[in-house]
C-alpha cells in the first residue's frame, strides 16, 4: 500500500480533531508573544528587584584572570579591560568594569554609590568582594577556577566544532556520490493524529504553566516542571489513545532499532554533530546583534535556574 493511500483517514476517522488541533496552536502561536509583549510592558513599569548578573560577572571574571596573565604583554593587559567595559551598558556594569582594571593594575578601587553600594553587592558580589582588601583574594581565587572552566569549556567546544564541520563535510560529499541517502518517509497513521498530539502538549504546557504562575509565582524550577512532564507523557501516549496501532505508532516516530542499535546510535550522534557547524554561526550572529542593539538575551530556563541562586 502506498503512502498516500495509508495517510487517508480511515473509515469514520472525523476531520474534526485535527482542526481543532490546528487552533489551539494557532491560538497559542497568536497569544505567546502578546502576552510576552505586555509582560515586558508590565516589566517596564515596575522597578524590578535587584538580582544577580551571572553574565556579567562570568565575563569579569575571566577577563580579570586573563589580564593578569598578560601584564607582561605591553598594552594587552589594558586592551582586555577595555573590551569588559565595552560590554557594559548599565553605570553598575561600568563601575564594575573599573574595579578590574584598578585591581589589575595594582591600585584600590572606589565603589561610588548607584543607587546604594548594597544594591551593587546584591547584583555584583564577585566585584564586590574584588573591591574589598579583605574578600579580594577569595575573589581572586574564584576568577582563577572560573578562567580554567572556560578555557576548558572553549578547547572542548572548538574541537567539537572541528568534528562537526568535518562530518558535515562527509556527509555532504556522501550525499553528492549517492552513498548515503534521505529515508524520510510519511507516518503510516493518519498525520492529524500527531497534530492532535503536538496542540495537546502544547495547550497542557501553556495551561499548566500559566496555572502556576498565578497560584504560585515564586515556584521552584522542580515545580514549573511538572506541566512540562504531564503535557510530555499525554501528549507522546495520546496517538495510542486515538487507536494507533502500537508497532506502527514506533516506527512512525523512530522508536525502533532500524538497522541496528549501535548504527542508528552513531548515526544520530553524528548527525548533531554535523549541525554543530550551524549552531556556531546562529550563536555568533546572536553576538552580533546583542553587541548592535546594546542588548543581552537569555533562555527563559536559565533565567528560571537563576532565579535558584540566592
Not at 85 to 99: E, G, N
Not at 220 to 230: A, C, E, Q, W
Request: glycine share 8%; charged share 15%.
Amino acid at each position: 500500500m502506498s503512502n498516500v493511500s495509508q495517510n487517508r483517514l480511515p473509515v469514520g476517522e472525523s476531520k474534526l480533531w485535527p482542526i481543532l488541533a490546528w487552533g489551539v496552536i494557532l491560538s497559542v502561536a497568536i497569544a505567546l508573544p502578546l502576552m510576552n509583549h505586555l509582560g515586558k510592558k508590565e516589566a517596564e513599569n515596575s522597578k524590578p528587584e535587584v538580582g544577580v548578573d551571572f553574565q556579567f560577572q562570568l565575563s569579569g571574571q575571566y577577563t580579570f584572570t586573563a589580564a593578569r596573565g598578560l601584564e607582561g604583554l605591553e598594552g594587552k593587559s589594558d586592551e582586555m579591560v577595555k573590551q569588559l567595559d565595552s560590554l557594559a551598558t548599565t553605570p553598575a556594569q561600568h563601575q564594575a568594569a573599573a574595579i578590574v582594571k584598578a585591581v589589575v593594575n595594582d591600585q584600590e578601587p572606589v565603589i561610588e554609590p548607584i543607587e546604594s553600594n548594597s544594591a551593587f553587592a546584591r547584583a555584583y558580589p564577585w566585584f564586590a568582594k574584588l573591591a574589598d582588601p579583605a574578600t579580594r583574594p577569595v575573589a581572586i581565587e574564584q576568577a582563577r577556577r572560573v578562567f580554567v572552566v572556560v578555557v576548558v569549556a572553549i578547547i572542548a567546544g572548538l574541537g567539537v566544532l572541528a568534528l562537526g564541520l568535518t562530518m558535515g563535510i562527509l556527509a555532504i560529499i556522501f550525499l553528492a556520490t549517492k552513498k548515503i541517502n534521505f529515508a524520510v518517509r510519511s507516518p503510516t497513521a493518519p498525520a492529524g493524529r500527531y497534530v492532535e498530539a503536538f496542540a495537546i502538549w502544547l495547550g497542557l504546557f501553556v495551561m499548566g504553566s500559566l496555572a502556576i504562575e498565578l497560584l504560585s509565582p515564586g515556584a521552584s524550577l522542580v515545580v514549573r516542571m511538572i506541566p512540562l512532564t504531564i503535557a510530555f507523557a499525554v501528549g507522546l501516549t495520546w496517538p495510542i489513545m486515538r487507536g494507533t496501532d502500537r508497532a506502527q505508532y514506533r516506527a512512525d516516530v523512530g522508536l525502533h532499532t532500524g538497522t541496528g542499535v549501535f548504527r542508528e546510535v552513531l548515526a544520530g550522534v553524528g548527525g548533531y554533530l554535523a549541525c554543530l557547524p550551524l549552531l556556531g554561526l546562529a550563536l555568533f550572529a546572536t553576538f552580533l546583534l546583542t553587541r548592535f542593539v546594546q542588548q543581552t538575551t537569555s533562555h527563559p530556563l536559565v533565567d528560571q535556574i537563576n532565579d535558584l541562586h540566592p
